[in-house]
């Protein structure tokens, strides 16, 4: 049987009631005061200026828990962008050079060639003998002899000089490839700048077609147009937000490629303050690669040169010291030393193999000189890629754009106000849209441009 509602429960429902009131008014005084965009409304009084400018409900009721509610109106891309902490191209440079396995692998070259330096001076095994036996009378003998051979002449330094040049140029191809990571690097950091580039695009397109959209319900609805151009402004949203997941795989597959050459798995983006476009390349890099080109060819010489010395050193001969003690009849003991050279009569394969190091000096010679042609070469070919690049780009940045945000301007107020048709609207949005794409390809083209240039490419195979 049902009971009647105590008084508690009426102060209950009355509550709910009231707060559900106080929304309606609350909102409904925001919308207005929103609309109207007035600096100098007055603060509702259910807006706590203690509490953060909070919406508070209830405030006079003791005794109540107390909720906080939070809203949070940024988007996910954003949230995202922000959740990663951005890299400037100097510390991405950094600190792939600091997790590269290639250049940790060049170090322990250098590591193992430096400690190579210690076998410069290399001895024969120790060669000791003991006879026993009638070799002297009836008598059962002994003899014991001990023979070391010692390198004399230039052997130890070459060796020594050898394994110095070999440290050195191992430190050589460190420095090229250092130079292959930055430019790695720099390529890729770009390519995802140009992803996020490409994405804003995007979102300023939906908002235009957002517009676009509003404004063709309210002819529709005026009876000023056909069910057409509604249509239309989905189909093209629609096709915006497909396109919208479709950059987030770009995105993906961007930061992919730059966590690949800077060898993390931190999810890395570039710095939210880096500029879209790569600043002026210099010949300070061109320079560069043409030192470390030069220093590595000439480092290589330099091996073979010592290389061909530790050769010809081979054919100098050993010193040879001993000791020998033997029995004679059992009964007295003989010692005495000895002396030796070992001398390399059939000296002709070290006499080839150093002929064959001079051979290799005039190979890295030749390749030092073609080296050289092909980045002069190349360097003029990319200063006019740049140059058309730079161009091209300038168009966009001094005029382009400006065109294009006059036509979306002047396009959206004609048919806002119907003074231009439908398909005209259209037409010139398309012009405007594909005008801002362009630019977007042509600040991409630019960078790849600059890079390129500012990086030469070269071979030390």
């Known amino acids: 049987m049902a009971t009647s509602s105590s008084g508690g429960d009426k102060f209950t429902r009355n509550l709910v009631i009231g707060m559900v009131a106080l929304v309606v008014v609350v909102g409904a005084s925001f919308s207005y005061f929103g609309s109207k ?3 100098t409304a007055a603060i509702p009084s259910s807006v706590s200026k203690a509490d953060g400018y909070g919406i508070v409900f209830n405030a006079d009721v003791p005794n109540v828990p107390t909720i906080d509610i939070y809203e949070d109106f940024q988007c996910p891309v954003c949230a995202r962008f922000e959740a990663i902490n951005g890299i400037t191209l100097e510390k991405a440079i950094e600190k792939a050079k600091a997790n590269n396995i290639d250049l940790k692998i060049a170090d322990k070259e250098i590591e193992k060639q430096t400690v190579l330096k210690k076998t410069a001076f290399q001895v024969d095994p120790l060669q000791v003998q003991y006879q026993g036996g009638q070799f002297n009378s009836v008598s059962y003998d002994h003899n014991v002899s001990i023979q070391q051979y010692f390198p004399i002449g230039k052997i130890t330094k070459a060796n020594r000089q050898l394994q110095e040049e070999l440290a050195k140029l191992a430190e050589k191809r460190k420095a090229l490839t250092e130079y292959e990571i930055e430019k790695a690097v720099s390529l890729a950091y770009y390519q995802y700048l140009y992803g996020i580039s490409i994405q804003k695009l995007n979102n300023e397109l939906f908002e235009i077609y957002a517009k676009f959209l509003k404004n063709a319900e309210l002819r529709f609805q005026t009876g000023e147009s056909g069910n057409i151009e509604v249509i239309s402004a989905k189909a093209k949203s629609k096709e915006i937000e497909t396109q919208k997941a ?108 150093a002929k064959a190091s001079e051979i290799s ?36 940045q001094n005029e382009g754009l400006q065109y294009a945000e006059q036509i979306i301007t002047t396009a959206q107020k004609s048919y806002a106000n119907g003074d231009m048709s439908y398909w005209s609207y259209i037409s010139f949005l398309n012009q405007a849209i594909d005008i801002k794409k362009q630019n977007a390809e042509a600040v991409n083209t630019y960078n790849q441009s600059a890079i390129q240039l500012q990086f030469p490419s070269f071979n030390n195979n």
Do not use: C, W
């Open 37 to 39: 965009g007035s600096t």
């Open 361 to 396: 000096i005039s190979q890295s010679q030749l390749e030092l000189d073609k080296s050289k042609l092909t980045l002069k070469l190349q360097k003029e070919e990319l200063q006019n890629e740049f140059e058309k690049q730079k161009k091209a780009l300038l168009y966009y």
């Open 246 to 353: 479709q950059l987030e795989y770009d995105l993906v597959v961007y930061q992919k490629q730059l966590q690949y050459f800077i060898q993390t798995d931190e999810n890395i983006v570039p710095d939210a303050n880096t500029p879209l476009q790569y600043a002026n390349p210099t010949t300070s890099k061109d320079d560069k690669i043409q030192g470390l080109v030069s220093d590595y060819y000439t480092q290589q010489i330099s091996v073979y040169q010592k290389e061909a010395n530790t050769f010809k050193a081979m054919r100098t001969p050993k010193l040879g010291l001993g000791y020998f003690g033997q029995t004679i009849d059992t009964k007295s003991y003989f010692q005495g030393f000895t002396a030796g050279l070992q001398i390399p009569l059939f000296g002709g394969a070290n006499t080839a193999k």
